[in-house]
């Protein structure tokens, strides 16, 4: 199995040079290694090839073989790590709750490990027939969230 722990000292060097962050990294059986990476700015495949570059030119194919796959998050994937929430403050996301509650709306604000989502939703007027527009927020502790998907607009 090849050394976890090298792989890993090999992509932080290579995210610092890009100025990228991790999303997620695994070794699964077979000696295939997984990364998934961005930027605050989104990653392009300059900046991926980089990373990869970094990690497969100083790994050894002789001593050990191994397959390395580098990419950036999908359209759909879920957010996992910090900076990807504040990366998409302005967007909408699509949250479940670990209690089952969900959620969607405009990521607004995310510090300190609290998101805040705004929404708007029609409501019955209090007095005559009709409804109103009503503004609504939430604030989610990153800690209580199952699940957050960034939704695509389509204008």
Same mark, same amino acid.
């Given at each position: 199995?090849?050394?976890? !722990?090298?792989? $890993?000292?090999? %992509? =932080?060097?290579?995210?610092? =040079?890009? *100025?990228?962050?991790?999303?997620?990294?695994?070794?699964?059986?077979?000696?295939?290694? !997984? #990364?998934?990476?961005?930027?605050? =700015?989104?990653?392009?495949?300059e900046g991926i090839t980089a990373i990869s /570059?970094?990690?497969?030119?100083?790994?050894? /194919?002789? *001593?050990?073989?191994?397959?390395?796959?580098?990419?950036? &998050?999908? #359209?759909?994937? &879920?957010? !996992?790590?910090?900076? *990807?929430?504040? *990366?998409?403050?302005? $967007?909408?996301?699509?949250?479940?709750?670990?209690?089952?509650?969900?959620?969607?709306?405009?990521?607004?604000?995310?510090? +300190?490990?609290?998101?805040? %989502?705004?929404?708007? +939703? /029609? @409501? &019955?007027? =209090?007095?005559?027939?009709?409804?109103?527009? #009503?503004?609504?927020?939430?604030? %989610?502790?990153?800690?209580?969230?199952? @699940?957050? $998907? #960034?939704?695509? $607009?389509?204008?």
């Amino acid at each position: 199995m090849i050394d976890s !722990q090298k792989v $890993r000292a090999l %992509l =932080e060097a290579g995210l610092e =040079e890009q *100025q990228a962050f991790l999303v997620d990294f695994q070794i699964a059986a077979g000696n295939i290694i !997984q #990364v998934t990476v961005d930027k605050m =700015e989104g990653i392009n495949l300059e900046g991926i090839t980089a990373i990869s /570059r970094a990690i497969e030119h100083n790994l050894d /194919r002789e *001593q050990e073989d191994f397959e390395l796959q580098v990419s950036s &998050p999908g #359209v759909g994937s &879920p957010l !996992q790590v910090k900076e *990807q929430y504040v *990366q998409n403050i302005g $967007r909408d996301l699509k949250v479940k709750t670990k209690d089952g509650e969900k959620f969607k709306g405009e990521l607004v604000d995310f510090s +300190e490990g609290i998101l805040t %989502l705004e929404w708007s +939703e /029609r @409501e &019955p007027k =209090e007095v005559g027939k009709g409804k109103v527009t #009503v503004k609504k927020d939430v604030k %989610l502790n990153l800690q209580d969230i199952d @699940e957050a $998907r #960034v939704q695509v $607009r389509f204008n």
